[in-house]
């Protein structure tokens, strides 16, 4: 798979009236959807192959002779999931203990404890907990409490009343009760129990925050004593649920949505308690399904995988295998993973670009006409203390406490997620730790957290179509160089603005510069609000550029980031085109076919609502018709589609 393909390109068609169909034209008509995909672009090519390697890797460390304690622990678990005839044969039995302990339950403090008992074994329910950096003190790492407790993807799809949300609920509803049937009630019980666990997750949605309000931090903002949260919401019984739940002790916290809990605190004390049990009951099935039998894979992947995502089958069960590895002890297969494909070479290289773009974005904030000379004094403070993570951590996290047996699959599961839990609520009341990466060495995506003021690459993403040694700098640029762009751009969209050098919420503009800001990013949510993302049978979605807003900032100036990057790079030397393309043209291409895509229209529908990322074709159309530099590249002219009358421009 090249950095740049030539043979995906659409040379019937016009560059300038729709890039995304020039440059990805062929491969989107050669490349449809596999039927164990609901989207199938280059992105998902590399995740692919990356299984493959890890495949071989967990093969590997599963065959007789001698292997490293790493080796052996993936190993066993990997062939704990391939192991189907023990799990049939154990049947519902790992979920019957979790089911007696809701049923026993008699007062409302139990159920508190249940759920502290299912957080603790990383089961989600009725709310949430998790540590993160003080918002006011980064340095300090605090305990969180937030919305929570529902099961389809968004709130939306409980509350809102179109045709095609009212037929999504029916179907949920059928399906938690076919999970209720498989866990052994009878039909019409579990029909009731079906439409108990709809209402009960009806309330908490009702009272959850709306996704593109909570990309605010603001709205998030809410340190409180225990006391108080507490008292706000009795019903709840926090200070047991603290008390119970594993975390150290403390006596502050924030609270993502104090709203919620006042809300669900009323619908705590009006729903009856056995209904409660139900809801339990139920998100204990639904986390345990993928872990048990085939009757209750096949159930979760007909509603999750068939219906919510327009997956035709289901993965073959050596990639769900491998992916469970990944995603349960992802730094010890992804140790293995780094040893076998990732040289020092590729880390300084990628290095090399970073700071090259850093330079650039040095240079792009100097060169802005609206922005003050003391806000852009803090924004170079801020760019400075970006702290660059590439290819995986420095330090491998010790797995070593986690219990993996052979023939345990259900088990294993679950003591790896509670070891992870632990990890994560050890944090709580310490030093913030900013070595801790958030994503596995094999997985091709990359990060910016605001709180950290990080970048992060993981190893897995440093590969072709991203980069290759073997290909020109142009193309690099294009590809990861762009993702750099992109990751560097967060530090500064509309919600990393907002964060200081140290990872503070704190506001460093004046007052000024912030409308001036506010402005232009205005500019991007109406442009991106106008591109319609889904046309079906069930009608036409637009994008929302309110929840894109940061990530489509984060395209644009990516795109003008690494392309100021590669013009330094190339500098005064005549370069040659290749394959009848100049360095420009090939760097636009390149850029274009990171994002050449299929997708079904459920995962369009899906994401609509819930991904903060465009779909692959606005991320090339939208940034590349704001971009003059493409504009230049390609001879566009005023008035075709590419070049957009009224460009937006963030950075
Ligand atoms: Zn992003």
Redesign the pocket.
């Given at each position: 798979m090249p950095v740049l393909d030539v043979n995906a390109i659409d040379k019937t068609a016009d560059p300038c009236v729709d890039f995304y169909q020039y440059a990805c034209g062929t491969w989107i008509k050669n490349n449809p959807v596999p039927p164990d995909k609901s989207r199938w672009g280059r992105f998902d090519q590399l995740a692919e192959r990356n299984l493959y390697i890890l495949r071989d890797i967990l093969n590997d460390a599963h065959a007789p002779g001698k292997h490293s304690a790493i080796e052996t622990m993936v190993g066993d678990y990997c062939a704990a999931c391939m192991d189907e005839s023990a799990i049939e044969k154990k049947g519902t039995a790992p979920l019957t203990p979790e089911l007696d302990r809701i049923n026993v339950i008699r007062t409302n403090e139990d159920l508190i404890r249940q759920v502290a008992y299912m957080h603790r074994n990383g089961t989600p329910a009725l709310f949430a907990f998790y540590q993160q950096p003080d918002m006011h003190d980064s340095a300090a790492t605090i305990a969180n409490l937030d919305q929570g407790g529902i099961t389809l993807p968004d709130r939306d799809y409980y509350i809102k009343d179109d045709a095609k949300s009212v037929e999504t609920r029916q179907k949920y509803v059928e399906h938690v009760q076919k999970m209720f049937e498989l866990a052994g009630d009878k039909p019409d019980v579990a029909a009731g129990e079906a439409k108990t666990v709809l209402a009960i997750e009806t309330g908490l949605a009702q009272a959850s925050m709306d996704r593109t309000v909570r990309r605010d931090p603001k709205t998030r903002d809410h340190k409180m004593t225990v006391a108080d949260i507490a008292g706000t919401a009795p019903n709840f019984d926090l200070a047991v649920y603290f008390a119970d739940n594993g975390s150290p002790k403390f006596t502050s916290l924030n609270v993502g949505n104090p709203d919620f809990f006042k809300q669900v605190n009323q619908q705590l004390d009006k729903t009856p308690l056995e209904d409660w049990k139900v809801y339990l009951r139920w998100k204990t099935i639904n986390d345990y399904a993928p872990a048990l039998t085939k009757a209750f894979v096949d159930e979760d992947f007909l509603f999750n995988g068939k219906y919510m995502s327009g997956q035709q089958e289901i993965e073959p069960r050596w990639k769900r295998c491998v992916k469970s590895t990944d995603q349960n002890l992802g730094m010890a297969s992804g140790k293995l993973y780094v040893d076998r494909v990732f040289g020092a070479e590729g880390k300084e290289r990628t290095l090399k670009m970073v700071q090259g773009i850093e330079s650039a974005m040095r240079e792009d904030i100097g060169e802005l006409t609206w922005m003050s000379d003391t806000t852009k004094k803090k924004a170079y403070e801020k760019l400075d203390a970006i702290v660059n993570n590439i290819g995986y951590p420095d330090t491998w996290r010790d797995y070593s406490s986690v219990v993996v047996k052979a023939d345990d699959y259900a088990g294993n599961v679950r003591r790896a997620r509670a070891f992870e839990v632990r990890r994560q609520y050890t944090k709580i009341g310490r030093p913030t730790d900013r070595k801790d990466w958030g994503m596995t060495p094999p997985t091709v995506n990359a990060?910016?957290r605001p709180s950290m003021n990080d970048i992060n690459f993981p190893a897995g993403i440093l590969e072709p179509p991203f980069y290759s040694k073997l290909m020109d700098d142009a193309a690099n640029y294009g590809g990861i160089g762009v993702v750099i762009g992109?990751?560097l751009t967060?530090g500064f969209d509309d919600q990393g603005r907002k964060y200081d050098a140290v990872g503070n919420f704190s506001d460093w503009w004046t007052a000024e510069d912030g409308k001036e800001f506010v402005k232009r990013s205005d500019c991007t949510a109406d442009e991106y609000s106008s591109f319609v993302s889904v046309k079906d049978d069930k009608g036409e979605v637009k994008l929302n550029g309110r929840l894109t807003l940061?990530?489509n900032t984060?395209d644009n100036g990516g795109l003008k980031l690494a392309y100021m990057a590669l013009m330094h790079v190339i500098g005064n030397t005549p370069v040659k085109p290749v394959d009848g393309y100049t360095p420009a043209q090939r760097y636009f291409l390149a850029f274009g076919q990171i994002w050449c895509q299929n997708v079904t229209d459920q995962e369009a529908r899906k994401r609509v609502l819930t991904d903060p990322?465009s779909p692959g074709r606005w991320r090339v159309n939208g940034a590349v018709q704001n971009s003059a530099a493409f504009q230049q590249a390609f001879g566009c002219k005023a008035g075709q589609p590419m070049v957009s009358a009224n460009a937006c421009r963030v950075w």
């Amino acid at each position: 798979m090249p950095v740049l393909d030539v043979n995906a390109i659409d040379k019937t068609a016009d560059p300038c009236v729709d890039f995304y169909q020039y440059a990805c034209g062929t491969w989107i008509k050669n490349n449809p959807v596999p039927p164990d995909k609901s989207r199938w672009g280059r992105f998902d090519q590399l995740a692919e192959r990356n299984l493959y390697i890890l495949r071989d890797i967990l093969n590997d460390a599963h065959a007789p002779g001698k292997h490293s304690a790493i080796e052996t622990m993936v190993g066993d678990y990997c062939a704990a999931c391939m192991d189907e005839s023990a799990i049939e044969k154990k049947g519902t039995a790992p979920l019957t203990p979790e089911l007696d302990r809701i049923n026993v339950i008699r007062t409302n403090e139990d159920l508190i404890r249940q759920v502290a008992y299912m957080h603790r074994n990383g089961t989600p329910a009725l709310f949430a907990f998790y540590q993160q950096p003080d918002m006011h003190d980064s340095a300090a790492t605090i305990a969180n409490l937030d919305q929570g407790g529902i099961t389809l993807p968004d709130r939306d799809y409980y509350i809102k009343d179109d045709a095609k949300s009212v037929e999504t609920r029916q179907k949920y509803v059928e399906h938690v009760q076919k999970m209720f049937e498989l866990a052994g009630d009878k039909p019409d019980v579990a029909a009731g129990e079906a439409k108990t666990v709809l209402a009960i997750e009806t309330g908490l949605a009702q009272a959850s925050m709306d996704r593109t309000v909570r990309r605010d931090p603001k709205t998030r903002d809410h340190k409180m004593t225990v006391a108080d949260i507490a008292g706000t919401a009795p019903n709840f019984d926090l200070a047991v649920y603290f008390a119970d739940n594993g975390s150290p002790k403390f006596t502050s916290l924030n609270v993502g949505n104090p709203d919620f809990f006042k809300q669900v605190n009323q619908q705590l004390d009006k729903t009856p308690l056995e209904d409660w049990k139900v809801y339990l009951r139920w998100k204990t099935i639904n986390d345990y399904a993928p872990a048990l039998t085939k009757a209750f894979v096949d159930e979760d992947f007909l509603f999750n995988g068939k219906y919510m995502s327009g997956q035709q089958e289901i993965e073959p069960r050596w990639k769900r295998c491998v992916k469970s590895t990944d995603q349960n002890l992802g730094m010890a297969s992804g140790k293995l993973y780094v040893d076998r494909v990732f040289g020092a070479e590729g880390k300084e290289r990628t290095l090399k670009m970073v700071q090259g773009i850093e330079s650039a974005m040095r240079e792009d904030i100097g060169e802005l006409t609206w922005m003050s000379d003391t806000t852009k004094k803090k924004a170079y403070e801020k760019l400075d203390a970006i702290v660059n993570n590439i290819g995986y951590p420095d330090t491998w996290r010790d797995y070593s406490s986690v219990v993996v047996k052979a023939d345990d699959y259900a088990g294993n599961v679950r003591r790896a997620r509670a070891f992870e839990v632990r990890r994560q609520y050890t944090k709580i009341g310490r030093p913030t730790d900013r070595k801790d990466w958030g994503m596995t060495p094999p997985t091709v995506n990359a990060y910016y957290r605001p709180s950290m003021n990080d970048i992060n690459f993981p190893a897995g993403i440093l590969e072709p179509p991203f980069y290759s040694k073997l290909m020109d700098d142009a193309a690099n640029y294009g590809g990861i160089g762009v993702v750099i762009g992109h990751e560097l751009t967060h530090g500064f969209d509309d919600q990393g603005r907002k964060y200081d050098a140290v990872g503070n919420f704190s506001d460093w503009w004046t007052a000024e510069d912030g409308k001036e800001f506010v402005k232009r990013s205005d500019c991007t949510a109406d442009e991106y609000s106008s591109f319609v993302s889904v046309k079906d049978d069930k009608g036409e979605v637009k994008l929302n550029g309110r929840l894109t807003l940061g990530e489509n900032t984060a395209d644009n100036g990516g795109l003008k980031l690494a392309y100021m990057a590669l013009m330094h790079v190339i500098g005064n030397t005549p370069v040659k085109p290749v394959d009848g393309y100049t360095p420009a043209q090939r760097y636009f291409l390149a850029f274009g076919q990171i994002w050449c895509q299929n997708v079904t229209d459920q995962e369009a529908r899906k994401r609509v609502l819930t991904d903060p990322h465009s779909p692959g074709r606005w991320r090339v159309n939208g940034a590349v018709q704001n971009s003059a530099a493409f504009q230049q590249a390609f001879g566009c002219k005023a008035g075709q589609p590419m070049v957009s009358a009224n460009a937006c421009r963030v950075w």
